[in-house]
């Protein structure tokens, strides 16, 4: 079985900034995209980051320029660095990844229980 933990959120005044942990855990034989993920009541979960295994990466447009992805593949942990919060980027956010486990080898995608961000104006 494999775990995501995400660690870092709280409340923040806009313009602060915040780095977001998620860590892999469990029978984890191999990560390959991790990405961020966040949500606001009464609407979908929508893509923030995401980060390949080697390295590549891409972010929303609103993001752009502020959030920064980076990965730690020894530690099987993604992070998102985030500065000049704003309100808009309240949120729940979510760790994803696809991982292969030490089990059979399969790839399957796994989800976090999500780290609260609130930015205050």
């Known amino acids: 079985q494999v775990q995501l933990v995400e660690s870092g959120g709280g409340l923040v005044q806009a313009g602060g900034s915040l780095r977001l942990s998620c860590v892999a855990s469990?029978?984890?034989?191999?990560?390959?995209?991790m990405g961020w993920y966040r949500q606001v009541p009464g609407k979908g979960r929508d893509l923030v980051a995401y980060?390949?295994?080697?390295?590549?990466?891409d972010y929303v447009d609103s993001v752009k320029g502020r959030f920064t992805i980076s990965r730690d593949n020894a530690k099987n942990t993604v992070y998102l660095q985030m500065q000049s919060l704003t309100p808009e980027d309240t949120a729940v956010y979510y760790c994803?990844?696809?991982?292969?486990?030490?089990?059979?080898?399969?790839?399957?995608?796994?989800w976090g229980q999500g780290t609260p961000v609130t930015v205050s104006s």
């Open positions: 994803n990844a696809d991982v292969s486990t030490a089990l059979d080898f399969r790839v399957r995608n796994y």
């Open positions: 469990g029978t984890v034989f191999g990560i390959e995209i």
């Open positions: 980060i390949e295994r080697d390295g590549t990466s």
